[in-house]
């Protein structure tokens, strides 16, 4: 069984997006987030979506050993091919990619998780500081 992503980075509602953390492979972390309409009556934004993503990289690194401090240093390629329209449930998706020294390069796919649509998809770059 996975733990609560709050358990994991050290985000707190509203700020932290995602509810559970749903699978996970190798290099390959899945997590959920559930969005209602008070929250993002005109859909969920852009830079919500990539946050969801870099929130599930920084789990996987703490599931894999890391300590430290993660932050984000880029955002080098993003694409929004559909809305994510609220309420809904989204799935993120994170791959890491590759690792040199302390910096990390992912991919990520973002999807509602009703119907499997494509909403966001992502590469990001983060460094572990000690």
């Known amino acids: 069984m996975l733990p609560h992503p709050a ?11 995602l509810q ?17 309409p008070d929250d993002w009556p005109a859909g969920v934004p852009g ?11 920084a789990c996987l690194g703490r599931l894999q050993g890391e300590e430290g401090a993660a932050v984000l240093l ?3 390629e993003a694409a929004f091919p ?13 791959e890491i ?8 390069e992912a991919r990520g796919t973002v999807t509602r ?3 499997g649509v494509v909403v966001c998809t992502a590469s990001l770059t983060a460094a572990l500081l000690p």
Do not use: K, N
Not at 20 to 36: K, M, P, Q, V
Not at 47 to 57: D, K, N, R, S, Y
Not at 82 to 94: D, I, K, N, W, Y
């Open 47 to 57: 830079p919500q979506l990539v946050e969801g993503l870099a929130q599930t990289m």
């Open 7 to 17: 358990s994991l980075i050290p985000h707190e509602p509203p700020q932290l997006l």
């Open 113 to 115: 998780a009703a119907d």
């Open 82 to 94: 559909a809305q994510a329209r609220a309420p809904c449930t989204l799935r993120f998706t994170v």
């Open 20 to 36: 559970r953390l749903t699978g996970r492979e190798g290099a390959w972390l899945t997590a959920e987030g559930d969005f209602g």
């Open 74 to 76: 880029g955002i080098p």
């Open 97 to 104: 990619v590759e690792r040199r020294y302390r910096i990390t």
